[in-house]
């Protein structure tokens, strides 16, 4: 069974700095996507970053860049220039790509921004 | 563009009633998702619509049903409540059923809070 960990339920960060939140799955097959979703207290999923397990380089999006590390099974976010919108929960979450209905999610982390 | 709608925000049952949340999808989305997100649990795949038919649905009893309206809208229904129900529910939808494969990917709503007392 894929699963997918966050071992940091909480975090926090000063407005400006830079953060990492982890995250490691579990999984025996080859292709498969991650994804890190964010949920802030609107309780609205967004996603805000994604990266396919075949491509060798570390997906990113503006401030937000990912370390994918295949053989290590491990997918960290990186939150540069941290703002205070950024507090919120983060998901990891996992898909593969003969089910791509069913997302498995990890149990999150709650990231506080500073001022 | 409206996003992904749900109905009602909140909705406080007793235990054994039946619940019923609604979701609108994004204009032109034909699959529906379901989650649900119990404190401390993070997000469980619960039920997947497409083009008004169940494809899937995860490890939750059978008192946890839906249906897809040809309009793509979708009813959850929760019989027989139980405490441990209570949880926030997510809607998601997507372009027809390659979901988080298609540029459009997977867009979330707000969610229904539902608590059982």
């Known amino acids: 069974a894929q699963t997918v960990t966050q071992s940091q339920p909480e975090m926090s960060v000063q407005e400006a700095e830079t953060v990492t939140l982890s995250c490691t799955y579990d999984?025996?097959?080859?292709?498969?996507?991650l994804f890190w979703y964010k949920q802030p207290p609107s309780r609205q999923m967004i996603l805000v970053i994604r990266?396919?397990?075949?491509?060798?380089q570390n997906a990113t999006e503006n401030r937000f860049s990912v370390n994918f590390q295949k053989a290590a099974k491990s997918f960290s976010l990186k939150i540069s220039d941290s703002q205070l919108g950024d507090t919120a929960m983060y998901f990891c979450?996992?898909?593969?790509?003969?089910?791509?209905?069913?997302?498995?999610f990890g149990p999150g982390t709650s990231l506080s921004v500073i001022p | 563009e409206a996003g992904v709608t749900q109905s009602p925000t909140h909705l406080i049952k007793t235990r054994g009633q039946q619940a019923t949340l609604r979701c609108s999808p994004i204009?032109?989305?034909?699959?529906v998702y379901w989650y649900q997100q119990a404190l401390g649990l993070g997000l469980q795949f619960l039920l997947w619509?497409?083009?008004?038919?169940?494809?899937n649905r995860g490890n939750f009893p059978p008192r946890f049903s839906g249906r897809q309206f040809p309009n793509y809208s979708s009813e959850l229904n929760v019989n027989a409540l139980e405490l441990e129900d209570s949880a926030l529910y997510l809607c998601?939808?997507?372009?027809?059923?390659?979901?988080?494969?298609?540029?459009?990917?997977?867009?979330f709503g707000s969610g229904t809070r539902l608590t059982v007392v």
């Open positions: 998601a939808s997507s372009l027809h059923n390659r979901g988080l494969l298609t540029n459009y990917g997977y867009t």
């Open positions: 999984t025996s097959e080859n292709n498969y996507y």
């Open positions: 990266q396919e397990a075949y491509k060798q």
């Open positions: 979450a996992f898909i593969m790509k003969t089910s791509y209905d069913k997302v498995i």
């Open positions: 204009s032109g989305h034909t699959s």
């Open positions: 619509y497409d083009e008004g038919e169940e494809r």
